[in-house]
Structures are given as C-alpha cells and as structure tokens.
Nanobody
C-alpha cells in the first residue's frame, strides 16, 4: 500500500510558474518509477511526465521544454516544476505510483492558469 499526498497547486497567470510536490509513504521509494497525470474538466486523465527509479524522464509533447519532473529519494518526494504555464494547463494534477499490477493515486491538486 502506498499513500501519496500532493501539494503546490494554485491559481497563476499565464506565463507563470508552479512547483508541485508529492510525498509517498512506504519503503523502497528509490527503486520505483513515479508519474504525474492531469485531468481537465470534461477530458480524460492524461500522462504529463514520468521518472524512473534511475532518474530517466519522459514527457507529454504538450509540456516538453516547460515542465520538469524530478525526485528526492531521501525525502520520498517527486516534484513537477511547471514554467511558462498556459490556460490549457488548467487541470487537477495527480501523482501516480505504479507498483507491480497496482496503481496508486494521490487526491489531486488543482492548477488553474488564467489568461
């Protein structure tokens, strides 16, 4: 069982920045991949970024060059640094922890970007 707690969302103007954090419970955090997803109103949840246990990253095309995913294994925390935010980035952002056949999710944090 993994518990995930996100923080850092909020309201920001277009062009602004936010940093999301996700703290994970449990042991062996460093060996597992982590991810960030988002869900906008009326849309399906979509992958934003993932980071492997070894630190390799991958991003959705829509956020490449603007968002950065990173992790601090000493703090059991994964981050999502979001720069040059656009109104279309408005969504609830969820932290994700795949563990074998199970998928764990945080409660989500709202990001709203005004134009």
């Amino acid at each position: 069982q993994v518990q995930l707690v996100e923080s850092g969302g909020g309201l920001v103007q277009a062009g602004g920045s936010l940093r999301l954090s996700c703290v994970a419970s449990g042991s062996s955090f460093s060996i597992f991949g982590m991810g960030w997803y988002r869900q906008a109103p009326g849309k399906q949840r979509e992958l934003v970024a993932i980071i492997t246990g070894s630190g390799n990253t991958n991003y959705a095309d829509s956020v490449k060059g603007r968002f950065t995913i990173s992790r601090d294994n000493a703090k059991n925390t994964v981050y999502l640094e979001m720069n040059n935010l656009k109104p279309e980035d408005t969504a609830v952002y969820y932290c994700n922890a795949p563990r074998g056949t199970a998928m764990y999710w945080g409660q989500g944090t709202q990001v709203t970007v005004s134009s």
